[in-house]
C-alpha cells in the first residue's frame, strides 16, 4: 500500500509539470497581429486605453467602422483590454493629427509622410486610359458594387488578421505607386501586383465570404472576399472566377485563374486589401 502511495505521488507530480507547462505555454503565446505602419496606405494599432467593457466598442475612423480586437495575447495586453486596427488612407497629410472616435472617447495619432515612388505603364486600350461616356458610366455603376463590398461589415467567430499570399510569383508592382498611364497622371497603385502565368491559381489568403464577383471596365474579371470586422480583399485581372456571392472559403481555397483582363499590359495578380473602406498596403498583413 505505501509503495502505491508513492506511484500515485509521481503521476500527479508528473501531471503538474504538464499543466504547468501548458499554462506557461498559453500566457506566453504572442497573438500575431498585421505589421504597424503609421503611414500613408499604412496601418495604425491603437490601445484603447481606459475603455474595458466586456463588449467591443464602437469605433470610428473618417466615417468608417474599424476594427477593434480583444488585447489579450498581443503586447499590447497590459495597456488595455481592447485595440483598434486602423488602416490610413493614402490622401492622409503627416502634418494633420488623426482622430479616431471609440464609443465616446477620442484618440488621435500622428501619420509619418512617405514618398512612395512613380511607374509609367504604357496601355494599348486608349479607351482604359481615356473612356468614353458609356465608359464612364459602366465604371461608375462597378465602383458602387466594389463601394458596397469594401463597406462589408460582418462579425465572424475570430477576427482575421494575417493573410498568406493567394498567388505564386514576384512582385511587379508594389503598393502606392504614383502611377502614369501613357504619361497621363492616375490615382496611386492601391493593390499588390503579382506576376504569374496565365491560368496560375489564385487562392484564398485566409478564411471569408465571397460578397461581390463581376467583369469590370478596368478591373477585368474580379473577386471580393469580406473576412470580417471590415477587412476585405479585393482580387483582379482574372482569366476565371471559380466562386460565386455568398460562397464561403478557407485559405488556400481556389478563387480563380491569373489572366489579363481590364486595363493591363500582361497576365498578373492585382491583390487589394481594405481595412475599414481603406486600401491598404497588403505587405503588412503577410505572415511570412
Not at 511607374?119 to 465608359?135: A, F, G
Not at 501613357?182 to 487562392?203: E, F, M, V, W, Y
Not at 469590370?216 to 456571392?245: A, E, P, Q, R, W
Request: aromatic share 10%.
Amino acid at each position: 500500500m505505501p509503495r502505491r502511495r508513492s506511484d500515485n505521488g509521481m503521476k500527479i507530480k508528473h501531471l503538474v509539470v504538464i499543466l504547468s507547462f501548458l499554462l506557461a505555454s498559453t500566457f506566453t503565446y504572442a497573438q500575431p497581429l498585421p505589421k504597424e505602419s503609421r503611414v500613408p496606405g499604412g496601418i495604425a494599432i491603437i490601445p484603447l486605453t481606459g475603455l474595458n467593457s466586456s463588449i467591443a466598442p464602437s469605433t470610428w475612423y473618417k466615417g468608417n467602422r474599424v476594427m477593434v480586437i480583444p488585447s489579450k495575447g498581443t503586447q499590447y495586453s497590459d495597456k488595455s483590454r481592447w485595440i483598434a486596427i486602423a488602416g490610413i488612407p493614402l490622401s492622409a497629410k503627416a502634418d494633420k493629427k488623426q482622430h479616431l472616435k471609440a464609443d465616446t472617447t477620442s484618440f488621435y495619432f500622428d501619420v509619418k509622410d512617405k514618398a512612395y515612388k512613380a511607374q509609367y505603364l504604357t496601355i494599348k486600350n486608349k479607351r482604359h486610359v481615356e473612356p468614353d461616356p458609356e465608359d464612364i458610366k459602366r465604371w461608375r455603376t462597378e465602383k458602387a458594387k466594389m463601394l458596397a463590398a469594401y463597406k462589408s461589415w460582418s462579425t465572424p467567430p475570430q477576427p482575421t488578421v494575417q493573410f498568406s499570399l493567394p498567388a505564386k510569383g514576384p512582385y511587379s508592382s508594389p503598393f502606392g505607386l504614383k502611377r502614369f498611364f501613357n504619361k497621363q497622371p492616375r490615382n496611386p497603385h492601391s493593390g499588390l501586383d503579382i506576376a504569374a502565368p496565365q491560368g496560375a491559381p489564385i487562392t484564398a489568403p485566409a478564411t471569408g465570404i465571397v460578397v461581390d464577383t463581376g467583369d469590370y471596365f478596368f478591373n477585368g474579371n474580379t473577386v471580393i472576399v469580406d473576412h470580417g470586422f471590415g477587412l476585405t480583399t479585393m482580387y483582379c485581372h482574372m482569366s476565371k472566377i471559380d466562386v460565386k456571392i455568398g460562397d464561403r472559403v478557407n485559405t488556400g481555397d481556389r478563387l480563380g485563374a491569373i489572366g489579363k483582363t481590364g486595363r493591363v499590359t500582361g497576365p498578373h495578380l492585382h491583390w487589394s486589401v481594405s481595412l475599414n473602406n481603406t486600401r491598404v498596403d497588403p505587405i503588412l498583413f503577410l505572415n511570412q
